[in-house]
Every structure is written in structure tokens, then in C-alpha cells.
């Protein structure tokens, strides 16, 4: 992806965080999926990788239990946490939660975290089949408001009516919703990293 196209999906992205939210993710992802339908973008979903980063925004936005925050660490190098999902498209829904499912699998991803309204996971679970798992947990509300990775404190993504869960997802336990995917779509792209 170019620079440009990388502006332009983060640009998209922003401006719904915007009306949603009234924020917007500053700091890039480290993959960026984009779809467009002509030359306009219709969805976009990013992937930060354990692998580059010394802790993932689930490690930094909750406050995890010893437990939770060892497991993660332990399998760093094979963990990718799925963010900046914005969609008004259907078929682009399906490619990036594809790509993004895809890349995954291609470089090794055993685990898929997320921070998600119960309404995106329980989405990913019935029309893709991918199995996820929400855990409660609570939110750092100390790190989320001064939190300066945002345009502004991202307050009103997790501190809403129906706040945001720790999503979790085991990559091999996803093999029925590539099957189908695959089934319906053809082979996937192939993403070299």
C-alpha cells in the first residue's frame, strides 16, 4: 500500500471515529486494509502485530489480570489484534474481515484480539462463523483519559452505553469460516509480509 492510500484509509476512517466518537486513532496501524467501490472507500479494518509492538492496545486499555497479561506476552510473536473496522458496505465488510483473516493466517497469527461493542463480535460470529470469545473486563479509565494515540481522549468509544469488550479468538479454530469464505470467494489473496 502506498503512502497515499494509507492516508486515504486512515482519512476514511478518521471521519467516521469522528461522528461515532468524536475521536480518531493518530498513531497508524500496522497493516491497513481498504476497500473501495469505484474511487470511493467503503470499509477499512487494521491489524497491529504483536510481533512489532511492545504491548497491544488490549494490554493498554484494560485492566487485564496477571494471568491474562502473561499469556499474552508469552505468545506475542503470534498474536494480531484486529481495530479501526469501518464499514458501509456489506461485500466490503466480508473482504476486510477476509484480508484481514487471510494475512493472519499467511504470517502465522494463532491469536486475534479485538475491542469491540458486543454488536461487531456477535456480527463476526453468526455472519462469518469466525469464533470469538468477549471477556469483561475493566476498562483503564486512567489510560483512556490521557490516552495521547487519539485526536482526543477516547472517551466516548469506551465509556458508552454499551462499552467495548477484550475480544478473543484462536486462529485455527477460524478454519470453518476460511472454508466457507474460500467456498464462496475462491482462494485468498496472499500477503507477503
Excluded at 50 to 66: A, H, M, N
Excluded at 117 to 146: G, I, T, W
Aim: glycine share 6%; charged share 25%; hydrophobic share 45%.
Amino acid at each position: 500500500m502506498t503512502p497515499d492510500a494509507m492516508a486515504e484509509g486512515l482519512a476514511f476512517c478518521a471521519e467516521r471515529y469522528e461522528r461515532l466518537y468524536r475521536t480518531h486513532w493518530l498513531v497508524p496501524p500496522d497493516v491497513l486494509f481498504v476497500v473501495k467501490r469505484g474511487e470511493r472507500i467503503v470499509s477499512t479494518a487494521a491489524l497491529e502485530l504483536g510481533s512489532k509492538r511492545p504491548e497491544i492496545d488490549t494490554e493498554k486499555y484494560f485492566l487485564l489480570t496477571p494471568g491474562m497479561r502473561a499469556f499474552i506476552d508469552r505468545h506475542r510473536q503470534k498474536v494480531v489484534e484486529f481495530g479501526r473496522f469501518v464499514s458501509d458496505d456489506w461485500a466490503g465488510t466480508r473482504a476486510v474481515v477476509r484480508a484481514s483473516m487471510a494475512f493472519g493466517r499467511q504470517t502465522g497469527a494463532e491469536f486475534f484480539f479485538a475491542i469491540a461493542p458486543p454488536s461487531v463480535y456477535l456480527h463476526m460470529r453468526e455472519d462469518f462463523d469466525v469464533p470469538l470469545c468477549a471477556v469483561d473486563v475493566p476498562v483503564n479509565k486512567s489510560v483512556v483519559q490521557n490516552d495521547a494515540s487519539w485526536s482526543s481522549p477516547p472517551v466516548n468509544y469506551f465509556d458508552s452505553d454499551v462499552p467495548p469488550s477484550v475480544i478473543f479468538g484462536i486462529a485455527p479454530f477460524a478454519d470453518v469460516a476460511h472454508a466457507k469464505l474460500d467456498a464462496e470467494f475462491g482462494a485468498p489473496p496472499s500477503f507477503f509480509v
